[in-house]
């Protein structure tokens, strides 16, 4: 008798002892003040994990035998130990991917970076025009970001990541995306806008209308071989055929995210009260988060579908994702608020006024609002949980208790102190 294989994805839904995607954001600290930011980063969090912390979350991981970690921030670079922190993950068989803007990629670090097997970059650019881009991510970024790029394929890095959160100003230059990605020797990665952190405050005015979706997906079909989308469009395989990547939410199952004070949420783009499963300066630090947590046990049982079951392209589509439907006041068993079958448009007018939970803590630079509705919203930079709390042991209560006691100040330190002219391109915040 012959037991039929049970697909990876389903396996994957019952969680494995390490995660596979694990992202790690070392620090708030940003040059730059992108207005859809998913931890609304600008200022360093005085709480931040030091330097021996780090190294031992590091030997965790190594005995725990993640091969890779993505570090990102705010702007990882501006970390005094940085790249002390990257060379002791690589001699401990941890790879690095790390995400920037830039800011640091000098043609001597892209020659250090060039040199290793252990260490992948990840350039962020989410305009293929100046004038798209720095309207997001704020005035010269562009051509730091390119200017890294060069200095990267100058050194022979072969296959850096250039990695493009997707909007509605954007979708028309994808063809635009691939060919500066394929003019250095890149690889294109295109990203899913969420509404969280920053991104809750633009996300009406920026995701991609229901017509660039169709667009999105159709460019992935005839020309996305070669680019990487992570799980960001399973939502999209409503329309026909899967694409590349992982076709479920991993949230808490296989990916997870390290704050830079230690906590530990299910997703990166689920960054509230409600996603978050302990910190790793708790006993047993973060493998035993990872294994034994309330949150991430609950997480890994058989989930629901809600009504989105009774829909054909369920299977394909999975409800889509947790973060998107939690930051725009969804249900989680009901559709993503994207669905391409318009049932998450539906929902959203029938959704209360103010019903959606706002993204814990704010390290914005203090700057004005972007947008009339972040203005209306007069957000502060102290955090709220709004909405029911998960169920959580006393214990677990007690530690967050105990943590959120300490100052929730966002340090008015620079996070460029230290720092000359010379060691990066300006890039002013908008």
């Known amino acids: 008798m012959t037991v039929a294989a049970v697909p990876l994805t389903e396996q994957f839904k019952f969680g494995l002892d390490a995660p596979i995607c694990l992202t ?13 930011c998913l931890s609304s980063s600008g200022r360093r969090d005085p ?65 250090k970076l060039a040199r290793s097997d252990y260490i992948d970059v990840q350039i962020s650019l989410d305009g293929a025009t100046a004038e798209v881009n720095d309207a997001v991510r ?55 806008l969420r509404p969280s952190g920053r991104g809750a405050d633009v996300w009406d005015e920026l995701h991609p209308t229901a017509g660039q979706q169709r667009e999105l997906y159709d460019w992935l079909v005839s020309r996305g071989e070669d680019v990487l989308t992570g ?23 296989v990916v997870c995210l390290i704050d830079p ?9 689920a960054i509230h009260d409600a996603f978050l499963a302990g910190n790793v300066r708790d006993t047993g630090g973060f493998a035993e988060v990872w294994r034994n947590s309330e949150l991430f046990t609950d ?6 579908g ?43 007018a029938t959704a209360g006024a103010g019903s959606a939970p706002r993204p814990a803590g704010d390290h914005s630079h203090r700057v004005a ?29 007690e530690a967050a208790a105990g943590r959120r006691g300490v100052a929730d100040r966002a340090c008015d330190q620079s996070p460029l102190a230290g720092f000359s002219p010379a060691d990066f391109s300006p890039a002013a915040e908008q």
């Open 47 to 111: 709480r931040e994990l030091t330097t021996a912390e780090c190294k031992r979350v590091i030997d965790e991981l190594e005995r725990m035998q993640v091969f890779y970690v993505n570090i990102g921030g705010g702007e990882p670079t501006v970390r005094p130990d940085f790249w002390e922190l990257v060379d002791y993950a690589t001699a401990h068989h941890v790879g690095v991917k790390f995400s920037t803007n830039g800011l640091r990629i000098t043609p001597e670090v892209a020659t």
């Open 138 to 192: 704020g005035r010269g970024s562009f051509d730091m970001a390119m200017a890294a790029m060069r200095n990267l394929a100058g050194a022979g890095f072969a296959g850096f990541k250039i990695s493009v959160v997707m909007t509605r100003h954007n979708v028309a230059q994808l063809d635009a995306f691939k060919a500066i990605a394929d003019s250095f020797g890149a690889q294109l990665r295109i990203t899913r």
């Open 24 to 36: 790690w954001e070392l620090t708030y600290a940003c040059n730059l003040s992108c207005v859809h």
């Open 231 to 253: 799980d960001s469009f399973f939502h999209l395989a409503g329309y026909g055929a899967g694409l590349p990547g992982l076709n479920m939410c991993g949230a808490g199952r």
């Open 369 to 397: 609002p972007r947008s009339a509705q972040a203005r209306s919203r007069a957000q502060q930079p102290v955090p709220v949980s709004i909405g029911p709390r998960p169920v959580e042991t006393a214990a677990v209560a």
């Open 299 to 304: 997480l890994r049982r058989p989930q629901s």
């Open 306 to 348: 809600g009504a989105c079951t009774s829909c054909s392209a369920f299977d394909a589509c999975q409800g889509g994702c947790m973060a998107a439907k939690f930051f725009t006041g969804l249900p989680l068993d009901g559709p993503d608020p994207e669905c391409v079958r318009g049932f998450g448009e539906a929902a959203l």
């Open 261 to 269: 004070v230690g906590d530990v949420y299910a997703c990166p783009f």
